[in-house]
């Protein structure tokens, strides 16, 4: 259990880098998200034919991996949306309502009870986010982006659960990632008319930091998500995660110098945020301790 624990935080500090290449990158949202898909498909492809791990799915696998690539994209535009609109600080805040939405959606689609001490935790979370809410006027908008973009994340995560169990992460990433290219592709042609633009290729500037976003902060990213999906709940995970606006914060005060933009409201709530990652992580070490150990089968596919 403990080298999923570490992978898990392993990934939340690439995962930082993804609400910082966001701001970076000034490609829009839309063109941002469908750039990283096109981007690491191709990637993704070259490397599975030349290790030879690529593999067909039959039809049916096909349309609810891709279906869970729909999500995806959802969640990444309006989590770009977010940060456009606001500011990195803001967006990762509203995404830590993931937490609320997986204790929410985790019963009712895994049809278990529910659980008053993930809720718990959760509403300490919400009670940060509504602190930020009520005083903070210039970034409301941007922070429902983020918190709807949390809600399809955890949808997201959730009913990965299931489907993984079937397939290895490469055919769940690369499908997943195809479907995500698919939607996008098919609204590309009507939002380039509705936003007045006439190219979808990226100036060198963008080019640049959309590889590092595509190649480590994706294809990396989510290989280590999808192998910590598989040990720990998609609760704890998700909460976890409320980590990551700590520590994308704080690197985008140092290089954005965020914290002339945020007032006290904004701290005080990022501290609750903080308090219910401590509580939880507290209680999962006691849970693991009191539990006999399990045998872990270990994917070696890497």
């Known amino acids: 259990m403990n080298q999923y624990l570490v992978k898990l935080h392993l990934s939340i500090l690439i995962s930082c880098f993804t609400g910082i290449l966001g701001r970076i990158i000034t490609a829009n949202e839309f063109l941002l998200v469908w750039n990283r898909f096109f981007i690491t498909c191709i990637f993704f492809m070259a490397i599975l034919l030349l290790t030879k791990k690529f593999c067909l799915v039959h039809i049916k696998e096909f349309w609810k991996i891709t279906g869970l690539g729909a999500l995806l994209a959802i969640h990444w535009i309006l989590f770009y949306g977010s940060i456009k609109f606001a500011n990195v600080s803001v967006g990762l805040v509203a995404y830590s309502t993931v937490g609320l939405f997986a204790a929410i959606f985790e ?5 278990r009870k529910f659980s008053p001490r993930e809720l718990f935790f959760s509403f300490i979370t919400i009670a940060g986010i509504a602190l ?13 982006l983020g918190i709807i973009s949390a809600a399809f994340d955890a949808l997201f995560t959730i009913l990965n659960k299931p489907v993984m169990k079937r397939h290895t992460s490469n055919t769940m990433l690369f499908y997943e990632l195809l479907g995500g290219l698919i939607v996008t592709s098919a609204i590309l042609p009507v939002y380039l008319k509705f936003a007045n633009l006439h190219s979808i290729v990226p100036s060198g500037h963008d080019l640049f930091y959309l590889l590092i976003l595509s190649l480590c ?7 280590l998500q999808i192998q910590v999906l598989r040990k720990l709940s998609a609760f704890t995970v998700n909460l976890t995660y409320n980590l990551e606006p700590v520590y994308t914060i704080i690197l985008a005060m140092i290089i954005f110098h965020e914290a002339k933009e945020l007032n006290w409201a ?22 693991n301790k009191r539990q006999p150990a399990e045998v872990e089968v270990v994917n070696n596919e890497y």
């Not at 902060?217 to 290989?223: A, D, I, P, Q, S």
Request: aromatic share 18%; with cysteine; proline share 2%.
């Open 132 to 144: 930020i809410f009520s005083f903070d006027f210039q970034h409301r908008f941007g922070l429902m």
């Open 217 to 223: 902060c994706t294809v990396w990213l989510y290989k």
């Open 266 to 287: 904004f701290f005080a709530g990022l501290s609750l945020i903080i308090l219910s990652v401590v509580l939880q992580t507290i209680c999962v070490i006691i849970s």
């Open 107 to 111: 019963p009712i689609i895994l049809k």
